[in-house]
């Protein structure tokens, strides 16, 4: 009995190293299936970036979430050739935020007719479907993605009117003082632009969301203007993009709303320090906490401005303005030399109001009516757009008309991403830290480890 024992301890002793060895793998194997199965199910993504090129922005983040429904994505390339793996990437972005966002391949090389259907002429394009409507992509980036989906998402797209016809700013104009680099901002929020001359149509379409005016260089013609102002007794919102000079027949559209326009022109001493070289240069740097100047930062540079008194016509409310700097005046005299100003002639000192935004309650529907005056037009123009915080005073005074159809904020502009730039000690110490810091780590450690068996 006793030798049984022993032989049975002998042999046990025998297979305990294997058995032991056995189940570590299978623990191990258990362990990185149950590892895998939770990652499956409860997905994490990190963006260890420095620009945050894999993330969607905040604009994107909060125009996705407003998706009631399925959105669907086709891709009009490979999914296998380099084109098809960098549209993927972008849009992996939108699948982490919404994992229901479907994504589809189609080669149009293999499926002429679908890319036909969908007005697709090269490869690389994309078709966005969304409650039964859809748009096809030629540009592709996150501002064209997100701005296409914001249009989907809108069912009832906004109509502005623009005012033409006798030589106002063109919303589809190239000119530097024409507005088509604005109007392609409102486009591609899904704002529908029209032009119109009240000279051939009998009155403004009621379906306008707002009508956008400018200093005409012909004088509106009678019955132009009484269209006008019906449209504004109407309850219509109006963007009044002012300058210096005669209205030309928008005298009794200041009469209406009750403005108060001081004469000459606003210099600034401040355009300065904006490299501006010009002083007659309205400065709007600093914004009220307010519906009006909202998310506003960056000052906005408002080149031959008028400034306005704090008056408006009985039933209209003052609902806000913005001011030039406190360094600014109206001047009245020549624009040449050296200026200053003087009192005598009624030059007021700054700040002075150079943005009105005046509301009035209509009790027929419970709307309110909005309108906003500017004293310059030549902000939004074509050359001036893109200087300082123009674009975005100009989206932001959108955003006030609009009201509760507030314009959806799109991703900015992409940049390009700085290089990375290393100084002569920061790459002395990567090339040391390769080559003797780490292999030195590495040897400390196995020579730890066998010096530890050794004496195991």
């Given amino acids: ?35 895998g199965w939770l990652i499956a199910q409860d997905d994490r993504y990190w963006d260890w970036t420095s620009a945050r090129g894999n993330t969607l922005t905040a604009e994107s983040m909060a125009i996705i979430e407003r998706l009631e429904a399925p959105l669907r994505v086709t891709v009009f390339s490979d999914a296998q050739n380099p084109l098809g793996k960098t549209i993927d990437r972008l849009l992996a972005r ?5 994992p229901e ?54 069912t009832r797209a906004p109509w502005v009117a623009v005012l033409e016809g006798h030589g106002e700013r063109k919303i589809d104009g190239e000119g530097a003082a024409d507005l088509s680099r604005f109007g392609q901002e409102l486009k591609e929020r899904g704002y529908l632009l029209r032009s119109l001359d009240l000279a051939t149509v009998a009155e403004i379409p009621v379906n306008t969301h707002l009508t956008l005016v400018s200093n005409p260089q012909i004088a509106l013609f ?37 403005i108060g326009i001081l004469p000459g022109t606003l210099v600034d001493a401040d355009a300065a320090r904006f490299e501006s070289e010009t002083p007659a240069v309205a400065v709007i740097g600093e914004f009220p906490a307010d519906a009006l100047a909202e998310g506003l930062t960056t000052p906005a540079l408002l080149p031959g401005a008028v400034g306005f008194e704090t008056r408006t016509a009985p039933g209209w409310t003052l609902a806000g303005f913005l001011s030039s700097s406190a360094q600014s005046w109206n001047e009245t005299g020549r624009l040449t030399g050296k200026l200053f100003r003087d009192e005598v002639v009624g030059e007021q000192a700054g700040p002075l109001p150079v943005v009105l935004a005046l509301t009035r309650n209509l009790p027929e529907d419970g709307r309110v009516q909005r309108v906003l005056v500017v004293g310059d037009g030549d902000f939004l123009s074509n050359a001036q757009l893109g200087a300082y915080g123009n674009r975005a005073l100009g989206l932001q005074l959108l955003r006030w008309l609009s009201g509760e159809d507030a314009l959806p904020a799109l991703p900015p502009y992409p940049q390009p991403v700085p290089g990375l730039t290393l100084s002569h000690n920061r790459r002395l110490l990567l090339g040391a830290g390769t080559l003797m810091l780490l292999p030195g780590l590495f040897l400390a450690a196995g020579l730890t480890m066998r010096w530890a068996r050794s004496r195991s």
């Fill in 94 to 98: 939108y699948r982490h935020a919404r």
């Fill in 222 to 258: 009678p019955g132009e203007t009484e269209r006008l102002a019906r449209y504004l007794d109407q309850g219509g919102n109006l963007l009044w993009l002012m300058d210096p000079g005669e209205p030309n027949g928008l005298e009794a559209l200041a009469d209406q709303l009750g």
């Fill in 101 to 154: 966002i479907e994504v589809r391949y189609v080669d149009p090389q293999r499926f002429p007719e679908q890319a036909r259907d969908a007005k697709v002429s090269i490869a690389g394009q994309i078709m966005l479907e969304y409650q039964g409507r859809r748009e096809t992509l030629s540009t592709i980036g996150e501002r064209e993605i997100t701005a296409a989906i914001a249009r989907l998402g809108t």
């Fill in 1 to 35: 009995m006793k030798r049984l024992t022993s032989l049975l301890r002998t042999a046990l002793k025998g297979i305990e190293r294997p058995l032991v060895d056995g189940l570590f793998v299978a623990l191990l194997f258990a362990t990185v299936i149950a590892a």
